[in-house]
């Protein structure tokens, strides 16, 4: 399998930029899910590395090889659509088979790669039915051995699962999570759903208006998003975002939010407008809180539930406990956990750098 790189990658159709300035790697081996809103260009970044479409400037690399003005064909990618993209009247067999047909690849080969590819999907009982019968997620599984079987440089999978109902989407990504790791295969996987990243990806890139906003770990993308956008996008419920009092100056280690004052950690730049940045599970319900609020909504969800809180500051969420028993109009007090509060510049959206923030669950250092 291949590394993957792109470089100012631009792309533009008329007068809309569909993707603007990309630089992006996606590491040999690596599963790497574009995120993002529809119409973010993730779709048209996806299609340009497989050469379905021709960037407007920029280079595509794949294994150190400059791929930009080659066709799809003379790239040695395998490329899954949402709809599958079968021949309803063949059989799975001869679906599966077909690109190995147009290769030229010898019959006894055919046949081998066929039959492993179907016992890694566990499709053999259907190799002899044919695919305009079949139900969505069987459909997938030999959409996905369409590829495989081509062994290919990488796979390109654009909203593969976007068809499936939710239940059999969640145990989809469970089992192409899997096949990625049976092939040690790069992947480069489109959708709009933050939970199949979450499921899925080594890295998360997040896209929007046709740019890359940032590229991670799912971890480091979760706790530590890089603006506001991103915040919003990840995390159900979202990032709560509070305006905070006048300008804060570098070196800060307190912020007020309308006149309660809330501990954050060392600033490094100062800002005249921010936002503090908060997830939902690092609010505490707090009698000696700074801040008040009285709850206004409480959203039961079985093993913890979410409580909509209306401050002077804004609606803030928190994650409780579901034996945490408060009423519709129940005064409370809030805190936030001082290690997990993170500011943002309030005009260009971008998270302020503070002197050293630590990733609880893997001790990583953030700036």
């Known amino acids: 399998m291949s590394a993957i790189t792109l470089v100012n990658l631009h792309k533009r159709f008329g007068d809309f930029t569909a993707v603007r300035?990309?630089?992006?790697?996606?590491?040999?081996?690596?599963?790497?899910?574009?995120?993002?809103?529809?119409?973010?260009?993730?779709?048209?970044?996806?299609?340009m590395?497989?050469?379905?479409e021709l960037p407007t400037s920029g280079q595509i690399l794949i294994d150190g090889e400059d791929v930009t003005a080659l066709r799809a064909r003379q790239r040695d990618i395998a490329f899954v659509f949402q709809m599958f993209a079968l021949y309803p009247h063949m059989t799975v067999r001869n679906n599966i088979a077909f690109p190995l047909k147009n290769e030229h690849v010898p019959r006894r080969e055919i046949t081998a790669r066929v039959d492993a590819a179907a016992r890694m999907l566990r499709i053999e009982d259907i190799l002899d039915r044919k695919t305009g019968g079949l139900s969505g997620g069987d459909r997938q599984r030999v959409a996905l051995g369409r590829a495989i079987v081509r062994q290919p440089k990488a796979f390109l999978m654009d909203e593969p699962l976007g068809t499936l109902d939710a239940d059999f989407r969640e145990l989809m990504c469970l089992e192409l999570r899997k096949l990625h790791d049976q092939l040690n295969a790069t992947t480069v996987y489109v959708t709009h759903d933050q939970s199949e990243a979450m499921a899925m990806a080594d890295d998360i890139v997040v896209m929007n208006q046709g740019e890359v906003l940032q590229a991670g770990a799912p971890h480091e993308i979760y706790h530590f998003p890089a603006t506001v956008f991103v915040g919003n996008f990840i995390g159900s419920p979202p990032m709560n975002f509070l305006p905070v009092d006048g300008p804060v100056a570098a070196g800060a280690t307190q912020v007020q939010v309308h006149g309660a004052g809330i501990a954050v950690p060392h600033c490094n730049a100062a800002a005249e407008r921010l936002l503090l940045g908060i997830r939902p599970e690092h609010v505490v319900i707090d009698a000696q809180g700074a801040l008040r609020g009285k709850v206004i909504a409480d959203e039961f969800l079985g093993s913890h539930q979410v409580l909509m809180i209306e401050t002077a500051g804004g609606v803030v969420r928190a994650r409780v406990g579901k034996e945490v028993r408060l009423a519709a109009g129940a005064p409370v007090g809030l805190s936030f956990r001082k290690e997990r509060a993170l500011l943002y510049d309030a005009v260009s959206g971008r998270r302020l750098p503070a002197a050293v923030l630590v990733d609880a669950e893997t001790g990583d250092v953030h700036g």
């Open 49 to 52: 590395i497989a050469g379905l």
């Open 21 to 47: 300035n990309t630089d992006l790697v996606v590491g040999d081996g690596r599963f790497v899910v574009l995120l993002g809103p529809s119409g973010c260009g993730k779709t048209t970044t996806l299609r």
